[in-house]
């Protein structure tokens, strides 16, 4: 491919209908040369002596110009073209041969395009909620069977899990639950000020950490930070065809990848959802404490009457959320299909998921939780 | 791969010309004093043992290294001396197929092969992936393949796509990094053939490391043997296989070297 030179052209030549080819006939000049050979459509004839460079780019518009039959006549039958030419000729000529001549260009109807896509992201969505109902089975299943014996529990890889997925998230659990009890005692208190009811500030961070905040945050934190790695972690190994390589030594991949990370979410998330409950707390009594002049006792006393229900209510929820989360994030990093780009998509599927599970499940227990009076 | 070549390059001067070429990493030099012609229009073949910087010649030449020392010249033009520019312009005149392939995978087969002329020359997009699908054809895949995404292609298909992406400029040289390692020995015997006919009907020049033998005696105008930090000899097959040195001596007199001979003698009596 070089720059310089003229760029092709197609003049008429001296015997009637022939036109004559002159120039480089390249890529580079293959803007004009379209034109050119727009202008001349129907031609019957071709010479190519006079042409200086070609190129496949070139052959290709002659090919336009006369079509490949014609072209390939040209090429066998003009004696003053080298050797090589007509080598590139004949060869991007059997090229062509295998390419349909015209790239087609499809009219997209804007009305069937949206209803085919609305169609297929239902169909897409209800697969996907199959899938997911038979991998918590699947899941379910493998459990059962080896929940019996402790031996097979994967001891290392349940450790290291618990490691990751606990003992890191702590800080940032215990940091983040702790600015929001702040931000709701804050609230609490611009809202109950106007009643002169600010002491019930306390009350109001003791019941929504005790009942939904604790956990749903933690939980929410988990799915971001546990779920994504997940995926990647098992997508990566799919990429690599390590997943390929336990299942033909005779292991379960479930068994080794899904429980330990399952069991793992289902000790820590508890623990964390604890941690986040406590620290939310803590950041509420703070600001009552500071900010609204009531005195620790006080706090301290509305915190201790708080009927355990609520708490069980709330922690009660940790385990669903912890498996959902697991679940999910396992699930999508075994559909990682091949590429990078794959695990980047499965990842990014995998932290929507879990959160939106997690908020719909909560939603609809808040709402089971209250018509049953707990 | 304009069959014509001009510019400054003079009849009979090396296309590619490497002089000195110096290669370490911290203590450890690969390459000393190293020097090596590529002559227009032929396929040279590079081999040489594992570690012995087959792969960094190619990568420095290519210009993904930066040598510790001496200079390469491709195309009459001298790489450490040129503008950015035109380091590009002359980027465009080589192709490289690398070993794994190095296909984009977020982009599908035509995509992979169309990009260049879409992003280099600024070619409309249907207009881009009718020449692409030409070249695909050109290296032999079926029309179907150019709509896979690449992780869906076989490993020969995968060479075959990434040889249509190193042609999409229609370059003057060729880079191919062990083209046929990973391949079954038809499909890597159809791929010297290939080679052999794109050369022929484009003129090519091809850098071409490799490992394979029968890509040596099928393929090969000429090979350069690395030993020693240097090119030790570079020559036609039969006054290489010819030179008196040890690791010489086992590659093409070993088992293996002498039923590659075998077979090149009866391809070519058939």
């Known amino acids: ?374 | 791969m304009s069959e014509r070549r001009e510019g400054p390059l003079e009849p009979g001067e090396p296309i590619i010309q490497v002089r000195g070429l110096q290669n370490r990493f911290g203590e450890h030099v690969v390459h000393d004093r190293l020097d090596l012609d590529v002559m227009p229009g032929e396929i040279l073949g590079v081999v040489g043992g594992s570690g012995s910087g087959k792969s960094v010649l190619l990568r420095s030449i290519v210009g993904l290294l930066r040598p510790s020392g001496g200079e390469v010249s491709m195309l009459g033009e001298q790489l450490d001396q040129l503008s950015e520019r035109r380091r590009v312009l002359l980027e465009r005149r080589c192709g490289v197929l690398f070993q794994q392939g190095a296909l984009f995978s977020s982009l599908n087969v035509t995509q992979n092969v169309a990009l260049p002329l879409r992003e280099h020359l600024q070619l409309p997009r249907a207009e881009a992936e009718h020449l692409a699908e030409v070249k695909l054809a050109l290296v032999g895949l079926p029309p179907h393949a150019g709509r896979l995404a690449p992780s869906e292609l076989s490993g020969g298909m995968i060479k075959r796509a990434a040889l249509a992406r190193a042609l999409a400029l229609d370059p003057d040289i060729l880079f191919l990094d062990e083209p046929t390692a990973g391949l079954d020995p038809i499909g890597a015997a159809a791929f010297d053939q290939l080679l052999l006919t794109l050369r022929n009907a484009f003129g090519l020049t091809v850098f071409l490391v490799t490992h394979d033998l029968d890509t040596l005696y099928t393929a090969c105008d000429r090979i350069a043997v690395l030993s020693g930090k240097r090119v030790l000899v570079a020559d036609t097959l039969s006054v290489v296989a010819q030179t008196d040195d040890a690791w010489v001596r086992d590659y093409f007199h070993g088992p293996r070297g002498r039923s590659a001979q075998l077979a090149a003698h009866a391809t070519r009596e058939a």
């Open chain 1, 1 to 374: 491919m070089q720059s310089d030179g003229t760029p092709g052209a197609l003049q008429q030549g001296h015997a009637g209908q022939c036109l004559v080819a002159t120039g480089d006939w390249t890529l580079v000049h293959y803007a004009t040369l379209c034109g050119e050979v727009e202008r001349n459509r129907g031609a019957e004839a071709l010479e190519l002596d006079q042409v200086l460079r070609l190129d496949t780019a070139g052959v290709v518009l002659f090919a336009r110009l006369l079509g490949v039959e014609r072209l390939r006549l040209v090429a066998d039958g003009d004696r003053s073209l080298s050797a090589e030419r007509r080598a590139l000729l004949r060869t991007v000529c059997d090229a062509l041969d295998k390419v349909q001549q015209q790239p087609e260009q499809r009219a997209p109807s804007a009305l069937t395009d949206g209803l085919a896509r609305i169609g297929q992201a239902v169909q897409l969505h209800l697969q996907n909620l199959v899938g997911l109902l038979g991998f918590i089975g699947l899941t379910l299943a493998i459990a059962a069977r080896l929940i019996w014996r402790p031996r097979r529990w994967r001891m290392n890889a349940l450790m290291s899990q618990i490691q990751y997925t606990g003992l890191n998230a702590l800080p940032i659990v215990a940091l983040l639950t702790f600015m929001i009890g702040a931000v709701v005692a804050f609230l609490g208190a611009t809202v109950l000020d106007a009643f002169g009811a600010s002491v019930y500030t306390v009350d109001l961070v003791a019941y929504s950490f005790m009942r939904e905040f604790g956990v749903l945050l933690a939980a929410i934190l988990v799915a971001g930070r546990t779920a994504s790695a997940f995926t990647a972690q098992i997508g990566s190994m799919k990429v690599n065809e390590e997943i390929d390589a336990l299942r033909v030594q005779g292991f379960d991949p479930a068994e080794w990848l899904v429980l330990p990370r399952v069991l793992a979410l289902l000790i820590t998330l508890p623990l964390l959802a604890f941690v986040g409950l406590v620290s939310g707390l803590l950041g509420g009594g703070l600001v009552a404490l500071l900010a609204l002049d009531i005195p620790l006792g006080r706090i301290m006393a509305i915190y201790r009457d708080v009927p355990l229900q609520h708490f069980l209510v709330g922690m009660g929820k940790a385990p669903l959320f912890a498996f959902l989360i697991a679940v999910i994030g396992c699930r999508e990093g075994f559909r990682v299909s091949g590429s990078a780009e794959s695990v980047g998509q499965h990842t990014t599927s995998s932290v929507v998921q879990s959160i939106f599970v997690v908020i719909l499940v909560d939603a609809l227990a808040a709402l089971f939780f209250m018509e049953m009076g707990w």
